[in-house]
């Protein structure tokens, strides 16, 4: 409530999850953080390489990292867990690396090598899979809000924006250097003479955030999109809240808000570019090959409609700016001649989001609004039929549009100039109260009086074609000097791992978070990263090699009293699968997985009761919708829900930590959904084929398939005696004459296979793919 | 610093997952030793009801979002001075301090063809758009100065519903079942019901978690008899079958569970299983409409073709604050309107577009009210009639309106509010509230106040920050309160 005469003290202009002046009074860490301001806070420190402590129980050690964990439990004297059995130790790693379970083979194989170096043939396979960049990929997709669609009401398409997931998929496969990473996603259009299309698509980092096409307001956009970068960027990379610095200096951390917007500058020329010609490759051709047939069918119709177009598109285009607000207005209607570098901008965005649906849409409603003197044009009535008409003969030629895929690279750039729009300080964070303005800069507490150093990049003709802000901020942040870069993303790694990181809180290493649970680990990790040039791979290996990763996960009561947050990792922590997790494995056992890298993304078809429209085209092709779920299409409106169900990342804001919940809703995702009963016909199949007729045999290979194990003696004898019992629930229900059986899909012959008894079978696998066992890895 | 460590020592639940979920945020109402003490060892159930703040006026919220944004100038917000200013330009002192588009012409005032009377001891005045509605003018709490922010639905409809113009924030309903938790384990907490051919605008953002845990975010009930997402079991799977395979389930887990005696969070999954199976049963009878009678059917206009679809969903609304549901999110459809698909967003001719839906919701809405008074559930149950924004008083297109977000009428009823009520006003021509306005923050606030929750102690820990309802705005409008 506020007085309309009082001081308006929010004009919001903007999003208001960032204005955290309040309720950042309220976190428990506050007042004890503003007292000991004046002391420099321990991640703004310089990364030091500690050297491995001492410990009396030598022989546990494997990596570096064990003498790092060791030395607290015996300081605590507690004793680490014995190791996981081979078996345990393969599905828990090839989860965690590759993103679902392994193949019995693969299980066989490792239980029984004997030679020494197993472990480390086993983890050099699964981080040259290419499948490690495609789970390593979703977890970063994750920080970077990736969606293929703009989100909010109209929820545009970003038709090329797969080629920024394709990027981080291969920049994880390839190992490119974490620095590197960085660097190219900050600044990819201004390095390598903004020419290396791979580095373009990498900006897709930037180009990810959600927006309104149909914005009315441009000057509040641009406001809004510099916002999510700059916040996006100082969350993922930084570990920073930043972004509440953004109405007030920060409560916590020496953030001041002046120099919250010198980092808002870094950003202030920054613009969305959508027409950025990608390397033909087979995708391309293929796309462009149907592209031209589309064309050539339709050539006449689009000629006929532009025609028509032509002759009221001044008044349309007029008409079309005139939707924007005030201050939008002034940019838009400015001569070129006059553009200042904000007008650029707005123009530019203009132009982006302005197609002939527009003109179209005027050409309607000057054709119909027949009680509007100011719009109602007579001689347009003809011309609207007409076009309405080669409208609707357009749509017969609808199948013949590529059905996905581009040709085109999304970019964030420059727009040719080194000159960029001036950013003020704003009053409570409303870009309608700008106060000084600022020139790029970095936070003095983290950068210790380093500032940038800011040339614009110039093309091979000598000219500018960008301010080069970006690039100095990427190699301030990509730098080894930096004191958060490298905590910030190890931590991610072993949050990843151990579920918690050794700061918990994985976003926040300012004052509001917590202090690293074991500095001298965090402080090895970090320098170790950066001394083996910053390689992602290297940082995986020392983890999986690990006799803390080894661990088993059984209970072990005495630890409940010791350590029962287990933050000592005395004990493997066991870990509810995540959302791809879940769906992918369940793809692996029933042997459907389409394993195919990369490429546009997939519709796999909803339920029907999700009425998405134009929204949800269901790809064609059906071998597409058993893709990897980092495939399937993330439309920022319509969730897939088996996914969300399991908590996936909402790609509304970067999201840095997965939650687990456990709901009645994922219980009847997994036991109700035709989909997955259908998988659970297919592995009941697979199994029958790969097991023979043996049903003893048969339960054997099904939860080798589903747990890497053997079922014991008890679980055998309780499967035995359900499929005996279970077979006159079946036969009650075929006597009823209501429902058909549900058969194992797959088998090859399957004379004398007892229907009844296959069918109770097909309810045994899918019972136990819905255990606990299979969802968690221990 | 120890002591506020040890406290979020406490209330933080770790990965490692000792629990039934990894909840990073406080609990409404401070620190209750024994919930805090559940979480720490893991056992918290995230649904459990917890207990309001202070006394509650009302158990269960219905949210009426009329999508579209309805010009309440031609409903509820009588400005005899448009009528005759009309056809004139706006006077510019009205115009001051807000950003216009020009589209369509800013400028000639524009007055409908309505005809206004007042109603009940209140006086309320209700144009000919509503005439059932304006029969319960006495249960009604209008807010006639309100105010957003927006010139597109999208960004607006999500302020409407969490609070920020960007996505990410948890909505109105998701704070309220993470507050309050579950009154009916058999049924989600949290529930949108919405017709017509679509998704709703903006699609499943306006019912999200944000950055709570997914556990409460809404439920989108789909229309027919089957509510919910995967609620029958597979076609080939009887139901009997299904109940011998729960039980085979449950030997299992329990069989494995023995290895690991105490996590919470294993013997949680477990529930979620005979859960889902009551739940099977639980949310197709709690949109089975069949033994309602057809009076009742009547009252909601189920009877008539123009309000069968709201009508409906309104029913459904009763029957779900009936059984427990906090929050009941209900989304006004798009109506085909002369071969087109219209939501109340009437840039041009107005007068058929709300002549429409006016129909379309006026007699449901009324009989929703009559009915939940009738059943002794008005008192503990709130209505919100409210919009991502209103109309302007200047004419679009000759025949429309544009948006305003500057001054427009919502109203509020039931559930502790004070009924027979006006608060705020428009200027003259009802373009801009005037006086002490009420921004989304406020209603919020408000509505979270009558549901017994303090909307600053309703709080969350995400990524460092303590993040709540009301972002860093909000009052609550005691006035509205009874």
């Not at chain 1, 202009?13 to 007292?35: C, F, H, I, Q, W």
């Not at chain 1, 500690?50 to 790092?68: C, E, G, H, S, Y």
């Amino acid at each position: 409530m506020k007085k309309v005469h009082g001081i308006l003290l929010f004009s919001l202009g903007l999003a208001a999850s960032t204005a955290a002046a309040l309720a950042a009074d309220e976190a428990p860490a506050a007042k004890a953080a503003t007292a000991s301001a004046a002391k420099t806070w321990w991640s703004y420190e310089p990364v030091q390489a500690p050297a491995a402590p001492a410990v009396k129980n030598r022989q546990w050690l494997r990596t570096p990292i064990d003498a790092f964990v060791l030395a607290r439990l015996e300081e605590q004297k507690l004793k680490p867990s014995r190791d996981a059995d081979r078996a345990t130790y393969i599905r828990r790693a090839t989860l965690d690396t590759l993103g679902y379970i392994p193949r019995p083979e693969e299980v066989q194989d490792f239980v029984n090598d004997r030679s020494p170096d197993a472990y480390e043939k086993l983890v050099d396979r699964l981080l040259s899979s290419p499948h490690y960049g495609e789970r390593q990929a979703r977890r970063w997709l994750d920080y970077a809000r990736y969606a293929d669609s703009t989100g909010f009401q109209n929820d545009q398409t970003r038709p090329n924006i797969w080629r920024y997931r394709d990027y981080v998929i291969n920049a994880f496969n390839s190992d490119k250097p974490y620095d590197q990473f960085v660097r190219e996603q900050i600044a990819g259009d201004e390095l390598y003479n903004g020419s290396n299309k791979d580095a373009l698509a990498a900006t897709g980092f930037l180009a990810n955030y959600p927006d309104n096409y149909n914005s009315r307001d441009l000057i509040q956009r641009k406001y809004q999109i510099t916002t999510d970068m700059v916040d996006t960027v100082g969350e993922v990379m930084l570990g920073q809240t930043i972004g509440c610095a953004r109405c007030h200096n920060h409560k916590f951390d020496k953030i001041s808000q002046q120099e919250y917007f010198q980092l808002q500058a870094f950003f202030a020329n920054t613009s969305e570019l959508n027409d950025i010609p990608a390397g033909l490759g087979p995708q391309e051709l293929v796309y462009q090959a149907q592209q031209a047939k589309y064309q050539e069918a339709t050539k006449e119709i689009r000629a006929q409609q532009k025609e028509i177009l032509d002759s009221v598109r001044d008044k349309g285009l007029q008409y079309h700016k005139e939707r924007y607000l005030t201050d939008s207005r002034e940019a838009i209607f400015k001569p070129k001649e006059q553009w200042t570098a904000l007008d650029r901008w707005v123009n530019h965005r203009l132009d982006n989001v302005t197609t002939d649906a527009d003109i179209a849409a005027y050409l309607k409603l000057s054709a119909e609004e027949k009680d509007s003197p100011e719009l109602y044009v007579a001689e347009n009535v003809e011309k609207w039929a007409k076009f309405k008409k080669l409208s609707e003969d357009l749509k017969q030629y609808e199948d013949l549009k590529p059905e996905g895929g581009s040709d085109k690279i999304t970019a964030v750039g420059e727009l040719g100039h080194a000159d960029a729009p001036p950013t003020f300080v704003l009053f409570g964070g409303s870009h309608e109260r700008p106060l000084d303005q600022v020139q790029p800069g970095f936070p003095a507490a983290i950068a210790r009086g380093e500032q940038p150093v800011i040339a614009p990049p110039l093309t091979a003709l000598g000219n500018a074609y960008s301010s080069g802000r970006r690039i100095a901020l990427a190699n301030w942040i990509a730098s080894a000097s930096n004191p958060l870069t490298a905590r910030v993303y190890v931590n991610r790694v072993w949050n990843d791992y151990f579920g918690r990181g050794i700061v918990r809180t994985v976003s926040d290493f300012g004052r509001a978070g917590e202090k690293p649970s074991n500095p001298e680990l965090l402080d090895y990790l970090a320098s170790d990263f950066v001394s083996h040039g910053w390689s992602v791979k290297h940082l995986h290996r020392q983890i999986l090699l690990s006799s803390v990763y080894r661990q088993a996960s059984d209970y072990r009561p005495e630890l409940q009293k010791a350590d029962p947050e287990n933050k000592l990792l005395a004990v493997f922590p066991r870990k509810r699968l995540d959302a791809e997790q879940i769906r992918d494995s369940l793809l692996v056992a029933a042997g459907q997985l389409n394993e195919t890298i990369g490429g546009p993304s997939v519709f796999a078809p909803l339920p029907d009761a999700i009425k998405a429209g134009n929204l949800w085209k269901v790809s064609k092709d059906q071998s597409q919708w058993n893709r990897r779920s980092l495939y399937i299409f993330t439309r920022r409106s319509v969730a897939y829900p088996m996914l969300q169900t399991f908590d996936m990342a909402s790609p509304q804001q970067a999201h840095l930590k997965r939650d687990v919940t456990t709901t009645p809703l994922q219980a009847l995702t997994l036991y109700n959904n035709e989909l997955v009963f259908q998988w659970s016909q297919q592995l009941a199949g697979r199994i029958i084929r790969e097991a023979g007729r043996d049903e003893s045999r048969q339960l054997d290979r099904l939860y080798e398939v589903l747990f890497a194990r053997k079922p014991d003696a008890q679980e055998k004898a309780t499967l035995l005696s359900f499929l005996g019992e279970h077979e006159s629930f079946i036969k009650n229900k075929v006597v009823d004459g209501k429902l058909a059986l549900a058969e194992p899909i797959g088998v090859k012959d399957a004379k004398g296979l007892d229907p009844i008894r296959a069918s109770a079978f097909v309810d045994l696998v899918h019972t136990v793919a819905n255990s606990n066992d299979f969802s968690y890895r221990f | 610093m120890s002591k506020h460590t040890t406290r979020r020592e406490l209330l933080i639940k770790g990965g490692l997952g000792l629990g039934g979920l990894a909840l990073n945020g406080l609990i409404p109402g401070g620190l209750n030793a024994a919930y805090a003490s559940e979480l720490a060892n893991g056992s918290a159930d995230p649904l459990a009801p917890k207990p309001p703040h202070f006394a509650a006026k009302a158990k269960s919220v219905i949210w009426l979002h009329q999508d579209g944004a309805p010009s309440t100038l031609d409903l509820y917000d009588y400005k005899p001075q448009l009528e005759k200013l009309a056809g004139q330009e706006v006077p510019a002192s009205f115009l001051k301090g807000i950003k216009t588009s020009t589209q369509g012409g800013v400028g000639k005032l524009y007055a409908s063809k309505r005809s206004w009377k007042q109603y009940g001891e209140s006086g309320a005045w209700f144009s000919d758009l509503l005439p059932n509605l304006a029969q319960h003018a006495d249960k009604l709490t209008f807010i006639k100065s309100s105010v957003t922010v927006g010139a597109t639905h999208d960004i607006s409809i999500l302020k409407l519903n969490t609070g920020d113009l960007n996505p990410g924030r948890p909505t109105l309903g998701a704070w309220t079942a993470y507050a309050l938790g579950s009154g009916n384990r058999d049924l989600p907490p949290y529930v949108v019901l919405y017709s017509g051919k679509k998704e709703p605008s903006g699609g499943s953002v306006n019912w999200s978690s944000g950055f709570l845990p997914a556990v409460y975010q809404g439920v989108a009930f789909r229309s027919g008899p089957s509510p919910i997402l995967y609620l029958q079991p597979p076609e080939l799977v009887a139901l009997a079958q299904q109940r011998d395979n729960l039980d085979l389930l449950k030997r299992l887990n329990q069989h494995r569970a023995a290895r690991y005696p105490q996590d919470t969070e294993l013997q949680a999954r477990l529930n979620s299983y005979e859960l889902a199976y009551r739940m099977q049963a639980a949310a197709p009878e709690s949109v089975d409409l069949s033994k309602e009678s057809d009076a009742t059917k009547a009252l909601y206009g189920l009877d008539e073709e123009a309000t069968r679809d709201y009508g409906t969903n309104l029913l459904r609304a009763r029957r779900l604050v009936e059984r427990g549901v906090r929050f009941v999110q209900v989304v006004t459809g798009a109506v085909d309107i002369d071969g087109e698909d219209q939501n109340w967003d009437a840039h041009k001719n107005l007068e058929r577009n709300h002549a429409v839906h006016a129909r379309a919701v006026d007699k449901p809405i009324a009989g929703l009210l009559a009915d939940l008074k009738s059943r002794g559930l008005l008192d503990s149950t709130l209505v919100v009639w409210t919009s991502e924004f209103s109309r302007t008083p200047y004419g679009q297109s000759g025949n429309g309106r544009d948006h305003n977000p500057w001054g427009y009428t919502q109203w509020i009823a039931g559930g502790g509010a004070k009924a027979g009520f006006t608060f705020g006003e428009t200027d003259e021509i009802g373009l801009k509230s005037q006086g002490v306005t009420v921004d989304t923050y406020d209603l919020h606030a408000t509505v979270l106040a009558l549901l017994g929750l303090d909307h600053l102690k309703v709080t969350f820990l995400n990524n460092g920050r303590s993040e709540r309802p009301t972002v860093v705005y909000g009052e609550v409008i005691k006035d509205l309160i009874a």
